[in-house]
């Protein structure tokens, strides 16, 4: 059934393109998007590629796919189906279920995550996950174990209580620029203390009081000299909330005194003088907050830096109290809430292991068949058994053939299966490999509620109408569900809102939600007393199976990168809707290693691609820029511009004059 845009339904919706979470409708002449002020924007605002949300893409599909002799032609509706079903059909029955792999959905609603994963699982096989859930993977896993949700712990709006607000491996001022608009900045202009931990320098950097530049991967090592700064002088740290709210103290402590302070400062490239004047700042503080994004993820060796940041938190008492926290700053539109729904090999909806029988009961007695009891492979793994064990793919609006590590490498995976389903709304890299193409509706087209990077669960509504032949997700899942399982019944819906429903049934993070108490305002999970939101999270009792948070230990000494030669630091993906037109690569690089490579004085303004950045293996060539920001010893590339030579791991650079190839 196609989500009609009908003269009773209010023309606000959710923003479908970054985690913050802006609410919007169109404007009176239909051709802008105006905000519309809501607890993620509540000053209304939009950012410039908000006001675009209603302008989707130009190239939209508008009739599924379905590859004859070589070509993919267009087909009906009916034809993509039996295709579909003849596929999966004869994967099922000659390798089983863990021969298929499903992969979705962040641009999705939750209702399209829930339907995927209960297709997956319906169909015997825990083989589903989402891309995006790796760009944040081990700051959710340390929540997780830690404290209770893999999730962001304090609403936005606590920010403007936060004291001292510590950003890490993000750029929120670009990235999610009206959350750090409504809410960093107006802190920080009141007095708030920004510290920036950051070894290029970007945007944010521009309003914080203090830039902390580590050596890339050590950022473990700098919340542990914090951590350690305050034991020893015994100031910030919270006695009272260690002892009620805590376990694991006493061993975290000692392993504090054993390490060897000059020792992380050297290996983390940071001088005593900046611990100094960030611990004290901590110290003073009443109150700090946590911001985490994709550049602290995969430290160097063993270094795991949200644990580390965590374990200051807890030593500060900085948890489940408002103005504190830790904030994941998620990505995509529905990055959080897909994880919620249960698109992940080993969690079940609600972020239960797949592994405990009670959660697979409680599953069962809503679907009638019991989900599989041991995880499904992540995305990572699926697709290297493409080809291999892997013979059949469902791909919904992700599009894993642009890969930061190995593009060919996974293209050549996704030719290598039988059959290779996408969904999307225009042709990308991964649907030219497919073998059925299915048209999809766009974020603004159909009905469904995200969740935002604060947990907040919020309505979508069709304000526009579809392309063509496209369709909501939730429609195309449900019926290749009633195709594809031998229960028909258990995809049938009379509308977005009885998924939610069930959604809240299956999940105990929904536990008291429901599409009605959604309603126009939206609410945060879990369900606090009273109809109320449980924010900040945590503040009786953390959700682990005694009730305490944990503390880690100190983290393990690394060596220091012994080279003379470049480490690139990467980010800053360049896929804003507003960016015009493809630049050339700019090679960000402190004006001192510029200079010890002769870089400096031969700078032909003229001249394109001027320097050349080499792992030995490959080069690309780029337009250096000269910023004291950078940190020495690194240099900066933007994601894209950084794949090729990114391919085989090897994160460091030589950088040399592009006129010696002249
Ligand atoms: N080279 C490079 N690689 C990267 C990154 C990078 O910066 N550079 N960043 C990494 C990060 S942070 C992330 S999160 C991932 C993102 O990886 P992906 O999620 O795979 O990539 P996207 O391009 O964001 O979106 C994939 C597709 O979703 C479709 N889509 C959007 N909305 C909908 C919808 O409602 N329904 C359907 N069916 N489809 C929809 C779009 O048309 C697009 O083709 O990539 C990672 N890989
Ligand atoms: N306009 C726009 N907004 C977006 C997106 C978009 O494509 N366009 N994409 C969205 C998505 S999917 C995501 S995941 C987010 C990404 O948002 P962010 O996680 O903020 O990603 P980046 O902008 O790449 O910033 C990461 C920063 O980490 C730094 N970094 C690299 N290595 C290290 C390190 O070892 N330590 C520290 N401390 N820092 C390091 C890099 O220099 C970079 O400045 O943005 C979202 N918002
Ligand atoms: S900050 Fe994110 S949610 Fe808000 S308008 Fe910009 S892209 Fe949309
Ligand atoms: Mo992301």
């Known amino acids: 059934m196609r989500d009609t845009v009908s003269d009773r339904t209010p023309d606000e919706t959710v ?50 796919l379905v590859r004859r002799g070589g070509e993919l032609r267009p087909a009906s509706w009916e034809t993509a189906y039996e295709r579909v079903e003849a596929s999966f059909g004869s994967i099922l029955r000659a ?41 944040h ?65 970007n945007r944010t950097t521009r309003l914080a009081d203090i830039h902390v530049t580590p050596r ?49 400062l050297t290996a983390a490239g940071v001088t005593g003088e900046t611990i100094e004047a960030v611990a004290s700042r901590l110290a003073d503080a009443d109150r700090i907050a946590g911001l985490v994004g994709t550049g602290i993820e995969g430290g160097t060796g063993a270094l795991n830096a949200p644990e580390a940041l965590l374990n200051m938190l807890l030593l500060t008492g900085n948890v489940g109290r408002r103005g504190s926290g830790l904030y994941v700053l998620r990505g995509l539109a529905n990055e959080q809430g897909a994880a ?13 292991p797949v592994t405990a029988a009670t959660a697979r009961e409680r599953v069962e007695s809503e679907w009638g068949v019991a989900p599989p009891p041991t995880p499904g492979k992540t995305a990572t793994a699926l697709l290297e058994s493409f080809g291999g064990e892997i013979r059949g793919a469902l791909v919904v609006g992700e599009n894993p053939a642009i890969s930061k590590r190995d593009r060919e490498w996974v293209q050549r995976r996704l030719d290598a299966i039988d059959s290779l389903v996408a969904v999307d709304l225009v042709a990308n890299e991964t649907t030219r490999h497919a073998d059925v193409v299915l048209p999809a509706a766009a974020g603004t087209e159909k009905a469904g509620t995200f969740t935002n990077l604060e947990r907040r669960i919020q309505r979508s509504r069709p304000v526009q109408t579809p392309p063509g032949e496209a369709r909501p997700d939730r429609d195309i899942l449900a019926d290749l569900g009633t195709r594809l399982t031998d229960r028909p019944s258990a995809f049938e819906y009379a509308d977005a809102g009885a998924v939610f429903d069930e959604l809240c049934r299956v999940a105990p993070t929904h536990a008291g939600l429901s599409d009605a108490a959604i309603g126009e305002g939206g609410r945060q999970w879990p369900a606090g007393e ?49 960016a015009q037109g493809p630049a050339a690569p700019v090679l960000r690089i402190n004006p001192s290693d510029a200079e010890e490579r002769g870089l400096d004085d031969d700078v032909d303004e003229a001249a394109e691609a001027l320097v050349v950045v080499s792992n030995g293996d490959v080069s690309v060539r780029a337009t250096p820029e000269f910023d004291p920001g950078v940190r020495r010893g690194t240099a900066y590339l933007s994601a894209d511009a950084a794949d090729p030579l990114l391919r085989r791991g090897i994160e460091v650079v030589s950088v040399r004059s592009a006129d010696a190839e002249r």
């Open 15 to 64: 923003c479908p393109l970054c985690g913050v979470g802006c609410r919007l409708k169109p404007t009176a002449d239909e051709s802008r998007a105006q905000g519309v002020a809501a607890p993620a924007n509540p000053d209304g605002r939009l950012c410039r590629n908000g006001v675009t949300a209603f302008d989707t893409p130009d190239d939209r599909l508008t009739t599924p």
């Open 95 to 135: 390798d089983g279920p863990d021969a298929l792999a499903f992969l979705g959905a962040p641009h999705c609603t939750n209702e399209e995550n829930y339907l995927l994963q209960k297709l997956a699982r319906m169909l015997g096989t825990n083989n589903v996950d989402n891309r995006s859930r790796l760009c």
């Open 137 to 201: 993977a081990s700051t959710a896993r340390i929540l997780e174990d830690r404290v209770g949700w893999p999730a962001t712990t304090n609403s936005l709006a606590g920010l403007r209580e936060a004291d001292v607000i510590l950003v890490a491996g993000a750029n929120p001022a670009e990235r999610q620029p009206v959350a750090f608009n409504s809410f960093v900045r107006p802190a920080v202009n009141d007095g708030a203390t920004l510290v920036h931990i950051e070894p290029a320098g």
């Open 216 to 264: 890339p991967g050590t950022d473990a090592l700098v919340f542990d000299c914090l951590s350690r700064r305050l034991l020893a002088a015994e100031t910030g740290v919270d006695r009272s909330f260690v002892d009620a709210r805590t376990r694991g103290f006493e061993r975290f402590a000692a392993s504090m005194a054993d390490a060897e302070p000059a020792a992380a």
């Open 340 to 352: 919620d729904a249960g698109c992940v090999p080993d969690r079940l909806p609600g972020h239960q």
């Open 530 to 578: 009273g109809g109320e939101d449980a924010d900040p999270l945590y503040r009786e009792r953390f959700e682990t199976p005694d009730g305490y948070a944990r503390f880690g230990t100190a983290q393990p000494f690394v060596e220091p990168d012994a080279t003379d030669e470049l480490r690139l630091v990467t980010g800053g993906r360049t896929t804003d809707r507003s």
